[in-house]
């Protein structure tokens, strides 16, 4: 089977990627897609339900850290029952790509597994004040991709965008950067890209463990296939962010005022905390369904699917809950 892991910072457009693959190939093959999310409450996964692939959630945890075993449990069961001809990862938003890829690339896969896909989501209108922020977070991922795509150039400058794909290849020479909209690629392009990538080896795990030694992780030895296996904290602690997941009470919620309370999130002035991302699925009226989303700074709303219950995710560093959910209870309302 091929796996396909799809990573990048939140925000980045993951799942709109992802959705992007599903249309391609969907119809054609046998996929499932693993979807791990920052907190209790998770969002993707309803997403993703209902767009030719089977969705497995594992929300609360992270699949590169704290739920490492249950995600390689996972990858085995999913092996030996399901049979997918694909299988995509998507990891939460801060995990170190590396402990991901020493599990999936381990011999315990090798007679399952025929390919690996470690492709980035980058998000140009954030990439450069993120890598300036959290240097060795962004070069760890961006070492580990074998294919970057650059998202969300349609909301910057030319200029802007061609100086992010140069920061992204002098990191890592050796892949390509696609500069993409909407998560939008050439799948000849992408296809290209993908099969003249390097596959990992020996030396280029020992290069990681020799990063992550200088760095603020720690490297543990004797892995399922003699691989160092490198964890770097540079996850959820180390980026110092917290979720406060809400799966809310039935009733019918006014998208105008989601819209605006998404917006105080968004606002430096707003007593909630500095969120960095928030997303939601909110049933509207007339069984309707609304997905609102902050992300790079930006707030957007699309109608979805009906996920059963109206829920939300928000993270960010200090989220004061008691308001958030308040101004929350101020959402609810009938079509005017």
Request: proline share 2%; net charge negative.
């Amino acid at each position: 089977m091929i796996v396909d892991i799809v990573f990048g910072f939140l925000g980045s457009g993951k799942t709109t990627f992802i959705l992007k693959i599903l249309e391609k190939w969907g119809s054609n093959e046998k996929i499932v897609v693993i979807v791990n999310e920052f907190g209790d409450v998770g969002i993707d996964g309803d997403l993703l339900t209902g767009w030719g692939g089977d969705v497995v959630e594992m929300p609360s945890g992270c699949i590169c850290c704290t739920l490492q075993a249950d995600f390689r449990m996972q990858m085995l069961d999913i092996s030996r029952t399901i049979h997918p001809d694909r299988v995509i990862v998507e990891p939460t938003g801060v995990a170190t790509i590396a402990q991901i890829r020493s599990i999936v690339e381990a011999e315990l896969f090798q007679d399952v597994i025929e390919v690996i896909n470690n492709v980035l989501i980058a998000d140009a209108t954030g990439f450069m004040g993120l890598y300036k922020a959290n240097r060795h977070f962004v070069e760890s991922q961006v070492r580990n991709a074998q294919l970057a795509l650059l998202n969300k150039c349609d909301r910057v400058d030319k200029r802007k965008a061609m100086v992010t794909k140069g920061a992204i290849s002098a990191i890592n020479p050796d892949i390509t950067v696609l500069m993409t909209e909407f998560g939008a690629v050439d799948w000849a392009d992408y296809n290209a890209a993908l099969s003249s990538a390097p596959r990992s080896g020996k030396d280029l795990w020992k290069a990681e463990a020799l990063s992550a030694s200088k760095g603020d992780g720690h490297i543990e030895f004797g892995g399922d296939d003699g691989k160092p296996q490198v964890h770097v904290h540079e996850g959820e602690d180390a980026l110092g962010y917290e979720s406060f997941g809400l799966t809310l009470d039935s009733g019918e919620y006014d998208r105008g005022k989601l819209e605006d309370f998404f917006s105080q999130l968004n606002s430096l002035d707003a007593p909630m905390g500095e969120v960095v991302r928030a997303k939601g699925i909110f049933r509207i009226y007339d069984e309707k369904w609304v997905l609102v989303e902050l992300a790079s700074g930006e707030i957007s709303s699309q109608s979805v699917k009906s996920s059963g219950q109206s829920k939300v995710s928000i993270i960010g560093r200090g989220l004061d809950r008691s308001r958030i959910g308040a101004a929350l209870d101020l959402c609810l309302g009938q079509k005017t």
